[in-house]
């Protein structure tokens, strides 16, 4: 009986945790597994429950959002300029810039969730990664076909937002570092 009281405790030890670290993932597990795209709040996402205060995001989700905040919401401020200003190109060109835009700021809101996954699991199998890599990859080549296909006045800021998002593919390396 000795053996099996042990391993009995040892499996509580274990299922404790497991609960602790779902206490920590919270959020993050909710928006991986929900595969939407939300939009980004500056604080962390509340947890299902209301007992438990919200874990807080790691340093790297910070920096990230901080990166969402101060530089990628200019990016679409700028856009909106861009579209405003336009008015010597053909009305149906107008929007262009600020549709681009829109893709680019959702490419870097989706890839928060990697960003948000990565600080807080083991590195994942190639498909799992493909998988939550999937959503910001359709978004970066839909920003990349918008800009070979458009000859308009707006090209050159097309093909600016399209080669910025080339900067998203840093995610995507699973070879060693330097």
């Given at each position: 009986?000795?053996g099996?009281?042990?391993v009995?405790?040892?499996?509580?030890?274990?299922?404790?945790?497991?609960?602790k670290?779902?206490?920590?993932?919270?959020?993050?597990?909710?928006?991986?597994?929900?595969?939407?795209?939300?939009?980004?709040s500056s604080?962390?996402?509340?947890?299902?429950?209301?007992?438990?205060?919200?874990?807080?995001?790691?340093?790297?989700?910070?920096?990230?959002?901080?990166l969402?905040?101060q530089?990628?919401a200019?990016?679409?401020?700028?856009?909106?300029?861009?579209?405003?200003?336009?008015?010597?190109?053909?009305?149906?060109?107008?929007?262009?810039?600020?549709?681009?835009?829109?893709?680019?700021?959702?490419?870097?809101?989706?890839?928060?969730?990697?960003?948000?996954?990565?600080?807080?699991c083991?590195?994942p199998?190639?498909?799992?990664?493909?998988?939550?890599?999937?959503?910001?990859?359709?978004?970066?080549v839909s920003?990349?076909?918008?800009?070979e296909?458009?000859?308009?006045?707006a090209?050159?800021?097309?093909?600016?937002?399209?080669?910025?998002?080339?900067?998203?593919?840093?995610?995507?390396?699973?070879?060693?570092?330097?």
């Amino acid at each position: 009986m000795d053996g099996l009281e042990a391993v009995v405790e040892r499996l509580e030890r274990v299922a404790g945790r497991l609960e602790k670290f779902e206490g920590h993932v919270g959020a993050a597990g909710a928006v991986i597994s929900s595969g939407a795209s939300t939009p980004i709040s500056s604080g962390p996402a509340a947890t299902s429950a209301p007992s438990s205060p919200a874990p807080r995001a790691s340093s790297s989700v910070e920096a990230y959002d901080m990166l969402l905040v101060q530089q990628v919401a200019r990016v679409v401020v700028t856009a909106k300029k861009i579209g405003r200003e336009g008015e010597l190109w053909p009305i149906d060109q107008r929007d262009l810039v600020v549709e681009a835009s829109k893709l680019f700021e959702q490419a870097f809101q989706e890839l928060r969730r990697v960003v948000e996954a990565m600080s807080a699991c083991k590195r994942p199998a190639l498909p799992d990664l493909q998988k939550l890599l999937a959503p910001a990859g359709d978004l970066l080549v839909s920003a990349t076909n918008k800009a070979e296909h458009c000859r308009s006045a707006a090209n050159n800021h097309l093909k600016m937002i399209a080669e910025g998002l080339q900067a998203l593919t840093w995610t995507a390396f699973t070879g060693s570092g330097p």
